[in-house]
């Protein structure tokens, strides 16, 4: 199965492979061209790709039930990763100025206008069996801020400001004074406790998009991010149900596999809410803009400590827990291993944030919604 919003990350962690030279660019580029061209012949919707793909066949592959059409926040990781693509290769040979125009085209055709249903906000789902019976209106805050940035940017299929002010931001509604360890969550996020959601909704939005620097009227988006990965890394300290997974090293709440009951392998969005004592390296990873001095020692820990246990053939396998008998889940996930390498690169040099904030639609898209950013 593939994943589209898994391939958005993955786009921007090739761009990444090729300028630290761990992927020769010629072959890179050819790699590029075969997933533009994929996505070209898969199935959209309105513009969109669904949550999953066949990845032998192309087609559309349902993700739940009512689920089996486009998906607006799935194609919104994809694009961030087509803008940045676009922007790193437009300039280059004239196989990469191809390769740039196909991912332009695939961007512009999104029409993002046509997931609001006429509704001050963003419906995350639309299909031609359920249209939008599903009826899930996009609201902050979580991991889908970048879907409304990619909406206003749209040359042709943009959205208006009132569905980011009236629908994410809930007419204002979405600010928080609660506090956690001492530090605001500044937002209020989509969760039954006050200790903030899983880490990817630290992430995904910010591969591309540059949160040093970025704000409007509802947040400090750099505030934001350290204080979730922080309170994040002090609820793992507290440890509230005494798991032994935790330490000072060990910490990171998100979304990956999880040991069931039985000990095997399941999937949950970890966080205080839900603490079965499972690590998911990408959540300390991937908060290394953040959490740099936590984070790079949790990387040297899970290394050096458990690595054994926790290493494998394409890096940090997707979640480990130490309660009891020592438990891994020995597989890989888009979702988790694409903000890893796309956060480092973005944490050593800046690479993939700058190639996104120079699109000219990102800016006017920003400057549409009120956003100030780093130039």
Not at 84 to 110: F, H, M, P, T
Request: hydrophobic content about 35%.
């Amino acid at each position: 199965v593939v994943t589209t919003g898994g391939t958005g990350f993955g786009l921007m962690g090739i761009v990444a492979g090729i300028e630290r030279g761990f992927i020769p660019r010629d072959s890179a580029v050819a790699r590029l061209n075969q997933i533009a061209t994929f996505l070209e012949k898969a199935p959209r919707f309105h513009g969109a790709w669904p949550h999953w793909l066949n990845g032998e066949t192309g087609d559309a592959r349902a993700f739940s039930k009512k689920d089996n059409g486009g998906d607006i926040v799935e194609t919104s990781f994809l694009a961030q990763g087509f803008i940045v693509v676009r922007e790193y290769l437009k300039n280059g040979s004239i196989e990469e100025k191809a390769v740039a125009q196909k991912y332009d085209e695939l961007w512009k055709g999104i029409e993002w206008d046509w997931y609001t249903n006429n509704r001050n906000g963003l419906i995350w789902h639309w299909s031609p069996e359920y249209e939008f019976e599903k009826n899930f209106l996009i609201e902050g805050y979580n991991e889908c801020l970048i879907t409304y940035v990619m909406a206003a940017s749209s040359p042709e299929h943009a959205i208006d400001a009132k569905a980011y002010h009236e629908g994410w931001s809930r007419g204002g509604d979405i600010t928080t004074d609660v506090e956690a360890y001492g530090m605001p969550l500044i937002l209020k996020h989509n969760t039954r406790g006050d200790k903030g959601g899983p880490l990817f909704w630290a992430h995904y939005s910010y591969l591309g998009l540059n949160p040093k620097g970025l704000s409007d009227k509802y947040a400090n988006y750099w505030d934001l991010n350290v204080n979730h990965s922080l309170i994040n890394y002090e609820y793992c300290q507290e440890n509230p149900m005494n798991f032994e997974t935790y330490g000072p090293n060990s910490w990171g709440l998100t979304a990956s596999y999880t040991r069931k009951e039985d000990g095997g392998i399941g999937y949950t969005a970890h966080s205080p809410d839900d603490d079965r004592g499972v690590v998911s390296p990408t959540a300390a990873i991937s908060s290394i803009p953040y959490t740099p001095e936590h984070s790079l020692d949790a990387m040297r820990y899970f290394f050096t400590d458990l690595n054994d246990l926790v290493w494998g053939p394409a890096g940090f396998y997707d979640a480990f827990s130490l309660e009891g008998e020592k438990w891994v889940a020995p597989q890989y996930l888009a979702i988790d291993q694409g903000p890893m390498v796309v956060m480092i690169e973005n944490y050593r040099s800046g690479l993939i944030w700058d190639l996104f904030m120079q699109a000219p639609e990102v800016q006017q898209g920003l400057d549409k919604l009120g956003f100030t950013y780093a130039q």
